[in-house]
């Protein structure tokens, strides 16, 4: 599959929960992690997803946000997967954050260049990539 998107995690489909709308999907990734995406009750039936079918986690850089500290603060996002920024490549105005998370997957985020120097963003710093359930699209092979 060819896609824009910067990330794209293979998965499997571990549980579906309908909603009245909207479904929850989580997906476990070949490294381990579960990303929960929230889909219309259509996406569902016209993807035909199920538990155990395998599908593709797509995720636009620019809805990612980088947390290097929470300061006791929880999130509502519930997708938050930690890693080490392993390049940061820096732009005119915005730069791209590539963090390594378990399993050796890559998270790419875009943040802007004040974001960076705030957050003071090198490589084999500790970071969290977070966003949220709506940010994902799947995709299943046909």
Known sequence: MKASSRNQFRGVVTEVVIGAVNAEVYVQLDGGETLIAS??????????????????ALIKAPQIIIVTDFGG??????????????????????????????????????????????????????????????AIMLAVAS
């Open 39 to 56: 889909i219309t009750n259509d996406s569902v039936t016209t993807l035909n997803l199920t538990k155990d079918i395998q599908v593709i």
């Open 73 to 134: 603060y929880k999130l509502s996002a519930r997708n938050q997967l930690q890693g080490i920024v392993s390049q940061v490549r820096r732009g005119v105005i915005n730069s791209e954050i590539i963090l390594t998370i378990k399993g050796g997957d890559h998270v790419a985020a875009t943040v802007t260049n004040d974001s960076v120097q705030t957050l003071n963003l090198h490589e084999g710093q500790i970071a969290t990539a977070v966003f949220k359930a709506g």
